[in-house]
């Protein structure tokens, strides 16, 4: 049974700082996504890593994928009060394109 | 500007009753996944779709819950009769290609 994990589970952060939240599943997969969540609202989709060694960036979030290791990072650049949030990951089940979502990181970021 | 469209947006009923939950997917998306998210929890794979065929609904309780696709513009999932532990917040999602796409969520409340 695929099983994935986040860490940290809350992250509390300065604005300026960097830090890294880890993503890490149990079985082979070559599709990760990393999603946002804001209080009350729905799941945003913020990337797509389809392959061993892919790396995307999107303003001060920057994502990779290592389906070596079972490990996907999403790094924080100068953080920023606007970046505070749930950040998911999920990755893919295989054949089935059941995707299986992390616990979650909650992000906040102060001044 | 497609997206998933889900109603109820919020359903407060008692326990025992009847409850459905409507899910529009994105048009030309082939698959539909019906997701339960709680604090406890997190996020759960409740059941899914492909092509209007039910794929995996092994994390759905069988005894009250019933997932179906009616056509390709309709998922439905049913309660009944519902329980206090069934309040949670409900989130549709379809794709096409491995990413899915989140609707705003049915948030279920059972007294």
């Known amino acids: 049974e695929l099983k994935v994990e986040q860490n940290p589970l809350f992250l509390s952060m300065q604005e300026g700082k960097n830090y890294t939240i880890y993503c890490n599943y149990s079985t082979t997969s070559d599709r990760l996504y990393w999603y946002r969540q804001d209080p009350g609202k729905s799941l945003e989709s913020l990337f797509v890593?389809?392959?061993?060694?892919a790396v995307k960036q999107e303003g001060r979030l920057m994502a990779s994928l290592d389906t070596k290791a079972r490990l996907s990072t999403l790094h924080i650049t100068a953080a920023v009060h606007d970046l505070s949030a749930t950040y998911f990951c999920a990755v893919d089940g295989g054949a089935t394109d059941k995707l299986i979502f992390g616990t979650g990181t909650r992000l906040q970021v102060f001044p | 500007d497609a997206r998933v469209t889900q109603t109820p947006r919020h359903k407060v009923t008692e326990m025992g009753q009847e409850v459905t939950m409507r899910c529009q997917p994105i048009l030309g998306h082939n698959t539909v996944f019906w997701y339960r998210q709680t604090m406890m929890q997190g996020l759960e794979l409740l059941a899914y779709?492909?092509?209007?065929?039910?794929?995996?609904d092994s994390g759905m309780p069988k005894d009250r819950f019933s997932a179906e696709m009616p056509d390709a513009t309709l998922a439905t999932l049913k309660i009944q009769p519902s329980e206090p532990r069934d309040s949670a917040v409900y989130f549709c999602?379809?794709?096409?290609?491995?990413?899915?796409?989140f609707g705003e969520g049915s948030r279920l409340t059972v007294l």
């Open positions: 779709f492909r092509n209007r065929a039910p794929l995996d």
């Open positions: 999602a379809s794709g096409k290609t491995g990413e899915l796409f």
């Open positions: 890593l389809l392959s061993n060694g």
